[in-house]
């Protein structure tokens, strides 16, 4: 059974940093590339940061500098560590295998208030 279990959000004054957390099924983690993914209210949901199993890490243009994604594969689980945190940052984070995701875990909502 396939699931994906994310944590770590919350309310955030802006200028902070958080880490989201996402505890994955081995059936997804342990051969594939995982993502955190985004949705901000009335947009798409995109896909912002990625890591391969041995630990290579592509951004979005909009996520380079301030977001950073590691992995631990004997946890099965992904981080994402957010640092200057701004009002556009408010979504709801997901993490996934990327590029090609499979059915989405419950999302974490980060509001970043200005």
């Known amino acids: 059974q396939v699931q994906l279990v994310e944590s770590g959000g919350g309310l955030v004054q802006a200028g902070g940093s958080l880490r989201l957390s996402c505890a994955a099924s081995g059936s997804i983690f342990s051969i594939n590339t995982m993502g955190w993914y985004r949705q901000a209210p009335g947009k798409q949901r995109e896909l912002v940061a990625t890591i391969t199993r041995a630990g290579s890490t592509n951004y979005a243009d909009s996520a380079k500098g301030r977001l950073s994604i590691s992995r631990d594969n004997a946890k099965n689980t992904v981080y994402l560590q957010v640092n200057s945190l701004k009002p556009e940052d408010t979504a709801v984070y997901y993490c996934?295998?990327?590029?090609?995701?499979?059915?989405w875990g419950q999302g974490n909502q980060v509001t970043v208030s200005s």
């Open positions: 996934n295998k990327a590029p090609y995701p499979v059915v």
